[in-house]
Each structure stands twice: as C-alpha cells, then as structure tokens.
C-alpha cells in the first residue's frame, strides 16, 4: 500500500522505525475516503481522529461573525485534526472540511495510547510530532500579529505557491487574517512583472 511509505517517510523525520516497529504503527491507522466538500468533524463535535493526508486538500475553520475564520490547510504528507478535542475529549470549537476528494489515514485516541504503550519510541514519535506541531503554530500566530499584510503575504506564496491554485481566495485571506481585497490586491502585485 502505497500510504505507508507516505506514514513512513513522515515518521522518519522523527524517529526511525524497524520493520516490526513499522507493521505495528501503520495497523493503527484506518484508511478514509471522502468526496469534495465533506465534512471530517463540525464544531461542537468531539474530534475522534487524528488525520494525516495521503491525497487531497482540507481546511479547519471556526464560524466567525460573517464568515468562516480558517486556521489551517493540510495537504498531502500533512496533520489535520481538532487537537484540542482530540486531547481533551471536550466539544471542538473548530471544523474540519475538505475542499477536493481527499484520502487519509486515521489514529482514534485509543490507537495512539497504544502505540504509546508499545514502545518509549513511539511516545518519543508523538511528543516530536505534538511540538513541531506546536512550534509551527505559535510561528504562524507570531507572523499574523506582527508582520504586515503584504509580508504574511509574502511569506505564505513562498510556502505555499501549490495553495494560490487549489484554495479559493476567500480561505486564503481569511488564513492571512487580511479582506479578500487586500488579497486579491497583493496577488496582483507580485504576478507584476519587476
């Protein structure tokens, strides 16, 4: 199956994982298929999964006062989850939705406890993931209250120039925390010949 070379890869960024090792973590996950404009979880819903994309694009978002509030993206080889659900059992402020036909595999709570009780590797493997995790957020958070527009701008395209295509515009200055006009404007800006 070609996912688990996609799970292996991603592990390997953390820890390295024998034959055995591997078997067992990859016989945790599920394999899940959704159409466009699905559904993973909606807000108020206890987040039961936690999700790496093999194939596809979602979005996690609250409901702002108008429109949706988007938090993040994943896309292939990418975590999408309601962490906060998920760790704490509580009702998820979030939603997430995907925006093509996405594939993912999938860990319950209870999966990962086992592999944690499996080996002091794997908890190791999941306390790395949590705080790369972590750390990407608060940079994100940082980056959105103090650069600028046109450098939140900036910065996303050089990451993310695949996005500009995949994602409707109104998601990506809702992400950037900017109006669709400051976007729509600054996308004009940099396709300016220099």
Same mark, same amino acid.
């Given at each position: 199956? =070609?996912?688990?070379?996609?799970?292996?890869?991603? /592990?390997?960024?953390?820890?390295?994982?024998?034959?055995?090792?591997?078997? @067992?973590?990859?016989?945790?996950?599920? *394999?899940?298929?959704?159409?466009?404009?699905?559904?993973?979880?909606?807000?108020?819903? &206890?987040?039961?999964?936690?999700? @790496?994309?093999?194939?596809?694009?979602?979005?996690?978002?609250?409901?702002?006062?108008?429109?949706?509030? &988007?938090?993040?993206? /994943?896309?292939?080889?990418?975590?999408?989850?309601?962490?906060?659900?998920?760790?704490?059992?509580?009702?998820?402020?979030? /939603? &997430?939705?995907?925006? =093509?036909?996405?594939?993912?595999?999938? *860990?319950?709570?209870?999966?990962?406890?086992?592999?944690?009780?499996?080996?002091?590797?794997? =908890?190791?493997?999941?306390?790395?993931? #949590?705080?790369?995790?972590?750390?990407?957020?608060?940079?994100?958070?940082?980056?959105?209250?103090?650069?600028?527009?046109?450098?939140?701008?900036?910065?996303? &395209?050089?990451?993310?120039?695949?996005?500009?295509?995949?994602?409707?515009?109104?998601?990506?200055?809702?992400?950037?925390?900017?109006?669709?006009? #400051? @976007?729509?404007?600054?996308?004009?800006?940099?396709?300016?010949?220099?």
């Amino acid at each position: 199956m =070609e996912w688990i070379e996609n799970v292996k890869t991603y /592990a390997s960024n953390y820890v390295r994982l024998d034959d055995r090792e591997l078997a @067992f973590f990859t016989g945790m996950f599920e *394999l899940r298929r959704f159409e466009k404009r699905k559904m993973l979880i909606a807000e108020g819903e &206890v987040e039961r999964y936690l999700n @790496f994309v093999i194939k596809g694009l979602s979005i996690k978002f609250f409901q702002g006062k108008k429109d949706r509030v &988007v938090t993040q993206f /994943a896309r292939e080889n990418d975590l999408i989850s309601c962490y906060e659900s998920f760790l704490s059992g509580r009702p998820s402020n979030s /939603a &997430v939705e995907t925006l =093509e036909p996405t594939t993912i595999v999938s *860990l319950t709570k209870e999966n990962v406890d086992r592999l944690y009780d499996y080996s002091p590797k794997m =908890e190791r493997l999941g306390r790395m993931i #949590t705080t790369d995790q972590f750390l990407k957020w608060v940079e994100f958070e940082y980056d959105r209250l103090r650069l600028s527009s046109s450098e939140r701008f900036v910065n996303f &395209v050089r990451g993310n120039a695949d996005l500009m295509q995949r994602v409707p515009q109104k998601y990506l200055a809702s992400y950037l925390n900017m109006k669709p006009e #400051t @976007f729509s404007r600054l996308k004009h800006l940099i396709k300016r010949p220099s």
